[in-house]
Nanobody, 128 residues
Framework: QVQLVESGGGLVQAGDSLSLSCAASGRTFSTYTMAWFRQVTGKEREFVAG????????RYADSVKGRFTISRDNAKNTVYLQMSSLKPEDTAVYHC?????????????????????WGQGTQVTVSS
């Protein structure tokens, strides 16, 4: 079982930057593909960014390309999401997730259904 704990959310203004962190428990963190999803109340949870276990492969939603950067530090069992040029439409609860079979996939997967473990989420609010 893997536990994921997000931190770093908050209230910022449009155009600002914010960095999220997700700390994971367990010894097999480096084998998991990790991802960030976000959800607005009343809407489906959507993929934001993902990174392979070794950090060499990443994937981003079109809406955040060029503004968000996902990274990981396997020595610290932590994945990060650096967000810049934030927009009001980025407002959501951000969740990190782990895909324990990701190392067997040809690419980082974006489907919510393949992720096995989820954090509770951290709120990001961007004011205009």
């Amino acid at each position: 079982q893997v536990q994921l704990v997000e931190s770093g959310g908050g209230l910022v203004q449009a155009g600002d930057s914010l960095s999220l962190s997700c700390a994971a428990s367990g010894r097999t963190f480096s084998t998991y593909t990790m991802a960030w999803f976000r959800q607005v109340t009343g809407k489906e949870r959507e993929f934001v960014a993902g990174i392979s276990g070794n950090g060499r492969s990443t994937r981003y939603a079109d809406s955040v390309k060029g503004r968000f950067t996902i990274s990981r530090d396997n020595a610290k069992n932590t994945v990060y999401l650096q967000m810049s040029s934030l927009k009001p439409e980025d407002t959501a609860v951000y969740h990190c997730a782990a895909d324990k079979r990701g190392e067997f996939a040809p690419a980082v997967r974006s489907s919510i259904n393949v992720y096995d473990y989820w954090g509770q989420g951290t709120q990001v609010t961007v004011s205009s």
